[in-house]
C-alpha cells in the first residue's frame, strides 16, 4: 500500500492458459513445458507464464511487447474481464480473482474504468450523453455536472451536444478518456489507447494524459507496443514476450541496462538524450578544483541539457538535486551518453 487509503495492485504468481483443459497443465507449464510444447502436443495456447508484477498507486505503469505478448491479456485481469488459471490480483486486501459476480461487478463500476483503442462510444448518444453514461447507471444525480467539466479538461468543451461521428480520431478519443474521468476511478485501464491516431493528435493525447496525471495521481495501466510510448508515459515499464516477463523498471533502467538482447534490439534506436537524466552520468565534484557556475537540475534530459549549455557556450556544469550538489556534467560525457550503443546484460 503506498498512502494512507491507497493501495497498489500486485499481481502474483499468473498463469493464463487457453484451452478446454487448461488447468490440467498448469503443473507442466510450471515444470518447464515450454509454449509451443503446449500447443503441440495437447492444443492449448499458453497466455500468460508466471506474471509477477507490482503496479503502484498513483503511478503511470506501461505494459509493453509486441503483438501475441500477452499485454491486453494481462490487463483484462485486473479488472476481471478474464480470469486467470492460476494466480491472484490483489487490490485493498481483495483478490479480483475470487471475487463474486456482483462484488466484480461493484469493482469493475466503482474502482475502474476503461479506454480502448477503437474509442468504443456509443454512436447514438451525443458527446455529453456517452460520458454521462457509466453515472447514470451508477445512479449519480450530478453525473451532467461532472461530465462537463471533463469535458472541457480535455479540451471538447462546446461539442457536448455533437455525435461520435461528427468528431475527429482524437476528437473521440478525448471522449473516452473524459469518460473514464468523469467515472473517478481509481485505477485507469488502457488498452492501446492512442494507437489508432495519428501520430500528431497521438503525442498530443499523450500530452493531456501527463498534464491531467501531474493532478489526478491516479493509478494507470496503459498497454503499448510502442517504445517510444513507454519511455514518455511509463514511471513504470513492464516489458512481456510470449506471455513472459522479460524486463521491469523505469525508462532509464531498461535503456541503459537492457536485460538481454531481446529488450537492447527494443531500445536500440531510442533516442537516449531525452530519457537519461543529467544525475545519472554527473561524475562526483572534485571540492579541491574551482566549480562551473552554471548549473542544471539532476532531473533534466540529456538533450535539453546539451542545448542549454551550448547556447550559454560553457563546457561544463553543476548537477543540482535543490540544494544538493550531485557533481559535474560535462559536454563530452552527455554527447557519449546519447550516443554510446545499448549492450545487453545476457543474450537470449
Same mark, same amino acid.
Given at each position: 500500500m503506498s498512502e494512507a487509503g *491507497?493501495?497498489? !495492485?500486485?499481481? /502474483?504468481?499468473?498463469?493464463?492458459? %487457453?484451452?478446454?483443459?487448461?488447468g490440467h497443465h498448469v503443473a507442466a507449464v510450471k515444470a518447464g513445458l515450454s509454449k509451443v510444447e503446449l500447443n503441440d502436443r495437447h492444443n492449448h495456447v499458453l497466455g500468460l507464464h508466471d506474471i509477477n508484477l507490482t503496479i503502484p498507486h498513483g503511478m503511470i505503469t506501461v505494459i509493453m511487447g509486441l503483438s501475441g $505478448? #500477452?499485454? $491486453?491479456? =494481462? !490487463?483484462?485481469?485486473?479488472? #476481471? =474481464? !478474464?480470469r486467470p488459471t492460476a494466480g491472484q490480483v490483489l487490490y485493498d486486501g481483495q483478490d479480483v480473482v475470487t471475487m463474486t459476480t456482483s462484488q466484480l461487478r461493484d469493482f469493475r463500476r466503482q474502482k475502474t474504468a476503461m479506454v480502448f483503442q477503437k474509442f468504443a462510444l456509443l454512436p447514438h448518444r451525443t458527446v455529453l450523453r456517452n460520458v454521462t453514461y457509466g453515472l447514470n447507471i451508477r445512479g449519480i444525480a450530478e453525473a451532467e455536472e461532472r461530465a462537463r467539466h471533463w469535458i472541457g479538461r480535455v479540451g471538447l468543451q462546446g461539442y457536448e451536444d455533437y455525435y461520435p461521428r461528427q468528431l475527429s480520431g482524437g476528437m473521440q478519443q478525448r471522449v473516452g478518456l473524459a469518460r473514464a474521468l468523469t467515472n473517478d476511478a481509481e485505477i485507469l485501464l488502457m488498452d492501446e489507447a492512442f494507437s489508432a491516431l495519428d501520430p500528431l493528435i497521438r503525442m498530443d493525447m499523450q500530452s493531456i494524459l501527463l498534464e491531467l496525471q501531474q493532478e489526478l495521481r491516479k493509478t494507470i495501466i496503459f498497454i503499448t507496443h510502442d517504445v517510444d510510448e513507454a519511455l514518455r508515459l511509463g514511471d513504470k515499464i513492464a516489458i512481456l514476450r510470449? #506471455?513472459?516477463? +522479460?524486463?521491469?523498471g523505469n525508462g532509464q533502467e531498461i535503456?541503459?541496462?537492457?536485460?538481454n538482447a531481446y529488450i537492447a534490439e527494443f531500445v536500440r534506436e531510442v533516442n537516449r538524450g531525452r530519457i537519461i537524466e543529467a544525475r545519472t552520468i554527473a561524475t562526483p565534484a572534485d571540492e579541491s /578544483?574551482? *566549480? &562551473? +557556475? %552554471?548549473?542544471v537540475k539532476a532531473r $533534466?534530459?540529456?538533450?535539453?541539457?546539451?542545448? /542549454? *549549455?551550448?547556447?550559454? #557556450?560553457v563546457f561544463e556544469a553543476r548537477v543540482r538535486d535543490g540544494d544538493r550538489l550531485v557533481g559535474i556534467i560535462d559536454l563530452p560525457g552527455i554527447l +557519449?551518453? *546519447?550516443?554510446? &550503443?545499448?549492450d545487453a546484460a545476457s543474450e537470449d
Open positions: *491507497m493501495h497498489d !495492485i500486485e499481481i /502474483r504468481d499468473l498463469y493464463k492458459i %487457453f484451452g478446454p483443459d487448461a $505478448s #500477452g499485454k $491486453s491479456t =494481462l !490487463i483484462r485481469h485486473i479488472n #476481471g =474481464l !478474464i510470449d #506471455g513472459a516477463m +522479460e524486463q521491469v535503456v541503459l541496462h537492457p536485460a /578544483r574551482d *566549480m &562551473p +557556475e %552554471f548549473q $533534466s534530459r540529456l538533450d535539453l541539457v546539451a542545448r /542549454r *549549455m551550448t547556447k550559454a #557556450g +557519449e551518453a *546519447m550516443v554510446n &550503443p545499448v
